[in-house]
């Protein structure tokens, strides 16, 4: 083959890659949720729950692998402040892991995206009866209830078209990490009264019934006596 020939079609196959690589988008890097939070401020410890359970990885792995997108569902600092102590220390490893993943949905929601889910909610951690989360939606408001507890989306941190973070006023605590209190017991009835023989003295009683028939003392006796003789 001339060497002219050789020398074009080397130049066409560079040509063609440089336009194939042109024309590829280069991969897409999924979004930072602890960066995202961190920089929204005042959602510290759920960005350090994430980190230090390593559920950020699964994140990571779930944009990656999947078109489906996140909605992670994010309690503010004071949130878990109301949760009182223990709160999330008397938690081990394995059910932290359960607490953040319950706080994360395996798909990408906009606001309007909540009308349109099915109770019970899947999320991370699961959609069996130990993981239960329903939504309910009015046109300004969207209520998520646990068993345990209800709360609110108060505002949007972060959204693209992968990942979608909320704020909410409380914990979503899972009923079977956090149980409901036992019922408080019912008061014990009151003791019954039991009469001091003592306060009952004859000068003292004006009558009883006994019988059906009224039985005097004999104080009262005394004094009617006295009345009749002056």
Known sequence: MPKSHLSFLLLLF???????????????????????????GNHTTFARLIKSTH???????QLNTTTDGITVLVPTDSA???????????????????LVQFHILPRLLAIPDFQTLSNPVKTLA????RFTLTVATTDTEVTISTG????????TLYSD????????EN????????????????PAGS?????????????????????GVVVFGVGFVATLLLLVAL
């Open 14 to 40: 560079l040509h063609c890659s440089k336009t194939l690589a042109q024309s590829s988008p280069p991969p897409r890097l999924p979004t930072d949720t602890v960066a995202v939070l961190l920089k929204a």
């Open 55 to 61: 559920v950020d990885d699964q994140l990571s792995a």
């Open 80 to 98: 878990f402040s109301k949760l009182g102590k223990p709160g999330i220390d008397s938690l081990h490893e394995v059910e932290r892991v359960e």
């Open 126 to 129: 699961g959609s069996n009866g």
């Open 148 to 155: 345990v507890m209800k709360t609110r989306i108060s505002g």
């Open 161 to 168: 078209a992968h990942v979608a973070v909320y704020e909410v």
């Open 171 to 186: 914990v979503l605590q899972p009923k079977n990490l956090f149980p409901p209190p036992a019922p408080a017991p019912e």
């Open 191 to 211: 003791a019954p009264v039991v009469p001091n023989p003592k306060d009952a003295s004859d000068s003292t009683r004006i009558g009883e019934r006994c019988g």
